[in-house]
Nanobody, 124 residues
Framework: QIQVEESGGGSVQAGGSLRLSCAASGDTNRPVCMAWFRQAPGKEREGIGWLNVRAGNTWTAASVKGRFTISRDNAKNTLYLQMNTLKPEDTAMYYC?????????????????WGQGTQVTVSS
């Protein structure tokens, strides 16, 4: 079992920045993919980025590329999402998810372990 907990959400004005954290605990000493998803009211959940812990590579969605950066602190077993130049359309509940796999994906149904989510609200 893997436990996932996000933190760092909040309210900012457009153009501002936030950093989300995702702390993983439990059976994490295996090849895992750690990913960020978001869901705005009335919209489907969207995969916005992932990090393959074993390979060290990352992917970010076109909608956030150049503004959002994914990184990880190996010692703390924590994934980060640095969000810069935030826009009102970035307003959503942000989730961290983990799957035990050598490969990553941006499909939410591939991930069995989820955090409770953290709200990000960007005002214009």
């Amino acid at each position: 079992q893997i436990q996932v907990e996000e933190s760092g959400g909040g309210s900012v004005q457009a153009g501002g920045s936030l950093r989300l954290s995702c702390a993983a605990s439990g059976d994490t000493n295996r090849p895992v993919c750690m990913a960020w998803f978001r869901q705005a009211p009335g919209k489907e959940r969207e995969g916005i980025g992932w990090l393959n812990v074993r390979a060290g590579n990352t992917w970010t969605a076109a909608s956030v590329k150049g503004r959002f950066t994914i990184s990880r602190d190996n010692a703390k077993n924590t994934l980060y999402l640095q969000m810069n130049t935030l826009k009102p359309e970035d307003t959503a509940m942000y989730y961290c998810a983990i799957k035990i796999s050598l490969t990553c994906s941006s499909t939410d149904r591939d991930f069995p372990y989820w955090g409770q989510g953290t709200q990000v609200t960007v005002s214009s």
